[in-house]
């Protein structure tokens, strides 16, 4: 595993306080819209009932997929959530069928309940000054950085998306972004834009340009490991969105843990309860 290299001269700006998650509720929702994005990606859109808590940007929910048919998903299935709408009391997913829980989930009908638990987990922190920030996504990446752009625009702060995928027709939410003000750069494998030494080129120009004061990344562990070595070498403050197989959610089965980075220490940490969002120096990609 490649560790970033420190300079000791670069100074990591003090962390902001990360916002301490609120009691989760299990909800009956009901399925407002449920349409493919493209041939991997699916978006579902649920109303919820009045006076539920809505979740931040990098939280998540517990899906209770439904059974029949020959699948019967056991565990719930964790889904960041892509778009939050609380003045409509709406919640969206943008997901991939993957096995048995996204594949029950793929047959629900507009007008279907779908039981649903949160949100859960700790979500993305902005810097506390208006810095510009950067995302970095990829794969299911691109739905979890999906709301961070408007919470970020909302809050003064430039964005810029720097958005990675096999080709063109699978990345998503790039007009969404824009749509929402961030400034969009797309990199692909099919167009040979998206090796670490392009994506870390242009790191470094939104740097030199003054663009990144954070960054924050999700769905690669290469990527990962890149923006921690650009976010060390010039003091970033940064955040990584992690997935993990979890099984309750909440903290107690411990299935998701993963290993992180503390002090020069190894320490272990649930995903579902203390992240899924991470400060990402301390993670281990
Ligand atoms: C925080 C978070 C956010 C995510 N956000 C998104 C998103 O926005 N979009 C998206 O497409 N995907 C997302 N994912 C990934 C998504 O949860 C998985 O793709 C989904 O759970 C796959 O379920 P499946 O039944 O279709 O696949 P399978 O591979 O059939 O099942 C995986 C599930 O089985 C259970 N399971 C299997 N083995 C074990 C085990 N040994 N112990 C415990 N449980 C087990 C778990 O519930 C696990 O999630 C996210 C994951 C996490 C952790």
Redesign the pocket.
């Known amino acids: 595993m490649m560790m970033p290299m420190l300079d000791p001269d670069v100074v990591p700006p003090a962390a902001p306080a990360r916002p301490v998650p609120g009691r989760p509720l299990e909800i009956e929702a009901l399925v407002r819209e449920h349409v493919c994005v493209n041939d991997e990606?699916r978006y579902l859109s649920l109303d919820l009932p009045d006076g539920v808590p809505h979740a931040r940007p990098g939280q998540?929910y517990h899906l209770l997929?439904p059974g029949g048919d020959g699948l019967e998903?056991f565990?719930?299935?964790?889904?960041?959530v892509?778009r939050v709408e609380p003045e409509r009391n709406r919640v969206g997913?943008?997901?991939?069928?993957?096995?048995?829980?996204?594949?029950a989930m793929a047959r629900l009908w507009p007008g279907d309940g779908f039981n649903i638990f949160g949100p859960l987990?700790i979500g993305f922190t902005l810097p506390a000054d208006t810095a510009p920030i950067v995302l970095l996504g990829r794969g299911?990446g691109l739905?979890?950085m999906g709301p961070l752009v408007p919470f970020a625009r909302e809050n003064g702060h430039r964005v810029t998306a720097v958005l990675s995928a096999r080709a063109p027709e699978l990345l998503m939410s790039v007009e969404e972004m824009r749509i929402a003000g961030a400034d969009v750069l797309t990199v692909t494998d099919s167009e040979g834009t998206s090796a670490v030494p392009h994506v870390e080129g242009l790191l470094e120009d939104l740097v030199a340009q003054g663009r990144c004061g954070a960054l924050y990344v999700c769905g690669s562990s290469r990527l990962t490991r890149l923006a921690q070595s650009v976010a060390a070498r010039h003091g970033l403050f940064g955040e990584v969105?992690l997935?993990?197989?979890?099984?309750c959610g909440v903290g107690v089965c411990f299935?998701?843990v993963r290993p992180f980075r503390e002090n020069g220490e190894t320490v272990h940490r649930r995903?579902c309860c203390e992240g899924?969002v991470f400060p990402l120096a301390e993670a281990l990609a």
Request: with cysteine; charged share 10%; glycine share 8%.
């Open positions: 990606y998540f997929c998903p565990f719930r299935r964790p889904m960041s892509y997913f943008l997901y991939k069928v993957t096995g048995t829980g996204t594949a987990g299911v739905a979890t969105a997935e993990q197989q979890m099984a299935c998701c995903v899924p």
